[in-house]
């Protein structure tokens, strides 16, 4: 299982992004698919995520401007962000959580996006 990321770039301040993650590879299901960032410097952390059965989260510094849309195309998550600050400036990385696949459950990172928001 592969994920792929894609959309990362720069923006001014109170721009707008949209990133892309398709999951490839044998896969039966997921429980939940999602985007971390990560700021130089800082941890990990958790943007957005959403359940395959569309609930969606998000962290409290993003709630109101970002957006992970119910995309019904198979094994694929989007995240929109809208009104974007420069604290925004991190590399994403999509991540798929208990994905089942022929070979048993297992979680998946894809490689990380840069996201440039400049004041």
């Known amino acids: 299982v592969q994920l792929q990321a894609s959309g990362g770039g720069l923006v001014q301040a109170g721009g707008s992004l949209k990133l892309s993650c398709v999951a490839s590879g044998s896969i039966f299901s997921w429980n939940a698919m999602g985007w971390y960032r990560q700021a130089p410097g800082k941890q990990r952390e958790v943007v957005a995520a959403i359940t395959d059965g569309g609930t969606a989260d998000y962290a409290d510094s993003v709630k109101g401007r970002f957006t992970i849309p119910r995309d019904y195309a198979k094994n694929t998550v989007t995240l929109e962000m809208n009104s974007l600050k420069p604290e925004d400036t991190a590399v994403y990385y999509c991540?798929?959580?208990?994905?089942?696949?022929?070979?048993?459950?297992?979680?998946?990172w894809g490689q990380g996006t840069l996201v440039t928001v400049s004041s």
């Open positions: 991540a798929a959580v208990a994905v089942v696949t022929p070979e048993g459950e297992y979680d998946y």
